[in-house]
Antibody, heavy 120, light 106 residues
Framework: QVQLVQSGAEVKKPGASVKVSCKASGYTFTGQYMYWVRQAPGQGLEWMGWINPNNGGTNYAQKFQGRVTMTRDTSISTAYMELSRLRSDDTAVYYC?????????????WGQGTLVTVSS | SYELTQPPSVSVSPGQTASITCSGDNLGDKYACWYQQKPGQSPVLLIYQDSKRPSGIPERFSASNSGNTATLTISGTQAMDEADYYCQAWDSSTRVFGGGTKLTVL
C-alpha cells in the first residue's frame, strides 16, 4: 500500500533553515510528482511547489521562490523540502503529497504532516 | 496570482444536500479538485478532474465545474461529513487552494 512517512517535528529559531523529509513506499517513486503543502495553525492549505522525482525538476509557488528548495534521493525513495530564512509566520504543519499521474488529478496520498515551529 | 474563493462556512441538516462553491476567474477552463480535512488529520482527495471520484469515495460526493464556479455537492449528508473542505485549481504549473469551507452538520 502507498505510504508517505515524514520526519518528526522541528523547533527552529528565526533565520534558521529546516529540512523535512518524506519517504515513499508502495509505488514507483519516480513515477509521480511529489507536492509540498503547508497549513498554519487554524488556517487553510497553502501549495508550496512540486518536484518531479524522475529528473529532479521543480516548480515553486512564487511566494516561496528564493527560500524553498525541493530535492529527492531516488535510491531511498525520499523527497525533501528545505525552507530557509525562517520567520515566525512559517510556523505550520508541512505535508508532502503524491500527485495523481494525470493532469488535474489531485493529490491522492498525503504524509502525516510535520509540525515546524519557529520561535525565538 | 490566481485566487479561489470559498464561503467560510456552510450548514446543513442531516440527510439533506450540502453545496459548497469555489469561485475563480474562468475556473471552468481549468481542472478543479476537492479535498476533505477533519481535525488533526491529513486532507483526503474527494474529487479530481472536476467530477471524478477516487476509489473508496462514497457516491454521495459529486462535483461540477463551469464558468467561474466549481461546486461540491454532498447528498444525504451524514454527521461524519462534518469537516473542512478545500477546492484546488490546476492553473498552468501551479496548484492553488481555496481558503476552505467549514461544513457543519446540525
Amino acid at each position: 500500500q502507498v505510504q508517505l512517512v515524514q520526519s518528526g517535528a522541528e523547533v527552529k529559531k528565526p533565520g534558521a533553515s529546516v529540512k523535512v523529509s518524506c519517504k515513499a513506499s508502495g509505488y514507483t517513486f519516480t513515477g509521480q510528482y511529489m507536492y509540498w503543502v503547508r497549513q498554519a495553525p487554524g488556517q487553510g492549505l497553502e501549495w508550496m511547489g512540486w518536484i518531479n522525482p524522475n529528473n529532479g525538476g521543480t516548480n515553486y509557488a512564487q511566494k516561496f521562490q528564493g527560500r524553498v528548495t525541493m530535492t529527492r534521493d531516488t535510491s531511498i525513495s525520499t523527497a525533501y523540502m528545505e525552507l530557509s530564512r525562517l520567520r515566525s509566520d512559517d510556523t505550520a504543519v508541512y505535508y508532502c503529497a503524491r500527485g495523481v499521474g494525470v493532469e488535474g488529478g489531485g493529490f491522492d496520498y498525503w504524509g502525516q504532516g510535520t509540525l515546524v515551529t519557529v520561535s525565538s | 496570482s490566481y485566487e479561489l474563493t470559498q464561503p467560510p462556512s456552510v450548514s446543513v441538516s442531516p440527510g439533506q444536500t450540502a453545496s459548497i462553491t469555489c469561485s475563480g476567474d474562468n475556473l471552468g477552463d481549468k481542472y478543479a479538485c476537492w479535498y476533505q480535512q477533519k481535525p488533526g488529520q491529513s486532507p483526503v482527495l474527494l474529487i479530481y478532474q472536476d467530477s471524478k471520484r477516487p476509489s473508496g469515495i462514497p457516491e454521495r460526493f459529486s462535483a461540477s465545474n463551469s464558468g467561474n464556479t466549481a461546486t461540491l455537492t454532498i447528498s444525504g449528508t451524514q454527521a461524519m461529513d462534518e469537516a473542512d473542505y478545500y477546492c484546488q485549481a490546476w492553473d498552468s504549473s501551479t496548484r492553488v487552494f481555496g481558503g476552505g469551507t467549514k461544513l457543519t452538520v446540525l
